[in-house]
């Protein structure tokens, strides 16, 4: 996914960014950046943060920055900020988002034979220098984001550091937040409201979709307003968001509560206690505890210290070791025991079998599961959601293909809740996990545990209805 943070004051505001940005490291894989402007330029910090934390990277670099304005990045896969020269001034470029049609944008820019790439990592162009290319074949910052977001196939979500400021720019359709905050002589935008209360901020607004404003010593000057159309990414509430943030001014751990506790009114179902699988499992655990009153425990125990999201890692076998080596089970609280455990989503399942498994191992009797949302059954267009090359690898549509055979193209019953299709390919997950019961949440109940209206969310993973954007197949 990735997370950005930006800041301009009346005073020295590197302090705040590199905090700033520390608070967005629950959503980065690879690397980290900083760029900070003053009088003299614009002086910039990248760092690899596999295996390391962002701040013990950054510490010596922020000793040697100084300046009243500044963007900072925890990034997927590459190198940001960017320094960019261009007809429109020195600039530095952040990016969240991905741009799934990149070839075919870097084909036609060469085709023009006015530009190249730079920013090479393992052989691929940086999405963020395409993207500082097409803002630059404009005549300003605003109009070229306008024609980023005509051009690309994905999402973008862009911070700016500029001579004047930091222009942030919220998606087309506000797949992923920018927020607007202040305190007095600072002001920030922010991808995790949780950035702000310990900084001293004050959350101002949200931006709207396709909106985007000048951030100054002086305040925020909106450049070009919000659209009408929205559909931010659900998901966010459901896994990547941090508990203490907030998304259109709806937090994620309330979210999370009511979405197991919308789980237990759907249900009873006698087991000895409820848990989740850490971290963000355990907001949807403890709304289905409080609701069905029923003991919630702790049969595994995350080890936080070192091991980072099991997502993190690019291949899948560190991946799964990473998350085996992550948590660790309480033999004491699962032995002779039933119980029922809720998780943010199954995705692949790979890791989950596993921990299943171990359960069994440290003599659990039953073993059932409560994903906090419905069957994931396309592959995102629109984000970074899963390192799946292949929407072939998702729990669902594994099941699909062995109910209906390896040629099966109609998933509309699959995503129908209740049909005689979904309780088959729900049966199949459960046995494939060793399961003793499997429910999903249903999309209605995770729409209405997020409280904005389905209009306003994109739940294409789940159910494939996208009408407000190009939404091109592009996993098979």
């Not at 952040?94 to 799934?100: C, F, K, L, P």
């Not at 039953?366 to 994931?376: I, K, N, Q, S, Y």
């Not at 970074?384 to 055979?405: H, P, Q, V, W, Y």
């Not at 109940?445 to 994109?458: F, N, Q, R, T, Y």
Request: glycine share 10%; with cysteine; net charge neutral.
């Amino acid at each position: 996914m990735g997370g950005f943070f930006g800041v301009v004051g009346k005073k020295d505001v590197v302090q705040d960014l590199f905090y700033g940005v520390d608070y967005h490291s629950h959503l980065g894989t690879k690397r980290g950046g900083l760029a900070v402007g003053n009088a003299g330029g614009i002086a910039r910090y990248i760092h690899n943060i596999e295996n390391a934390q962002f701040r013990s990277k950054f510490e010596e670099d922020v000793r040697k920055l100084h300046g009243s304005r500044g963007i900072g990045v925890i990034s997927d896969f590459e190198d940001q900020p960017l320094l960019v020269r261009s007809h429109l001034g020195h600039f530095s470029i952040a990016t969240v988002g991905i741009v799934r049609n990149v070839d075919a944008l870097v084909e036609r820019a060469f085709r023009a034979k006015r530009i190249h790439f730079s920013e090479m990592r393992g052989g691929a162009i940086n999405p963020t220098e395409l993207i500082a290319a097409l803002i630059s074949q404009k005549e300003s910052f605003e109009e070229g984001i306008r024609h980023v977001w005509d051009m690309i196939e994905g999402s973008c979500s862009i911070l700016i550091l500029t001579d004047e400021g930091v222009l942030a720019a919220r998606d087309s359709m506000g797949r992923t937040p920018i927020v607007l905050g202040q305190k007095p002589g600072s002001y920030a935008a922010t991808f995790e409201t949780c950035a702000f209360p310990n900084l001293g901020f004050e959350t101002e607004r949200f931006l709207g979709p396709g909106e985007m404003v000048m951030i100054t010593p002086e305040g925020f000057e909106t450049r070009v307003p919000p659209r009408d159309t929205l559909q931010i990414c659900a998901f966010l509430w459901v896994y990547y968001g941090y508990p203490a943030s907030n998304y259109e001014g709806i937090n994620v751990e309330t979210v999370r509560n009511a979405c197991g506790e919308i789980l237990a009114r759907n249900e009873k179902v006698e087991v000895d206690l409820v848990a989740g699988i850490p971290s963000s499992g355990i907001g949807h655990g403890l709304g289905y505890a409080a609701e069905a009153h029923i003991p919630f425990r702790r049969p595994f125990v995350k080890y936080t210290p070192t091991w980072a999201r099991s997502f993190m890692p690019q291949h899948q076998d560190v991946r799964d070791t990473v998350a085996r080596m992550k948590l660790i089970p309480i033999r004491e609280i699962i032995q002779g025991r039933k119980l029922l455990f809720c998780e943010d989503s199954i995705v692949r399942g790979t890791q989950l079998k596993d921990t299943i498994q171990r359960l069994y191992e440290s003599g659990a009797i039953e073993v059932h599961m409560r994903p906090a949302c419905p069957p994931l059954i396309y592959g995102c267009p629109f984000l970074n959601f899963s390192r799946s090359r292949s929407e072939l690898d998702l729990a669902a549509r594994k099941a699909i293909r062995a109910l209906d055979g390896p040629d099966s193209t109609d998933y509309g019953e699959y995503t129908r809740a209740g049909s005689e299709k979904y309780e088959a390919m729900v049966a199949w997950i459960a046995q494939s996990l060793g399961l003793t019961s499997l429910r999903y949440q249903r999309l209605d109940d995770l729409v209405k545990a997020i409280g904005l209206p389905k209009s306003k969310v994109c739940t294409y993973c789940w159910d494939g209805v996208d009408d407000t954007a190009k939404s091109p197949r592009l996993f098979e």
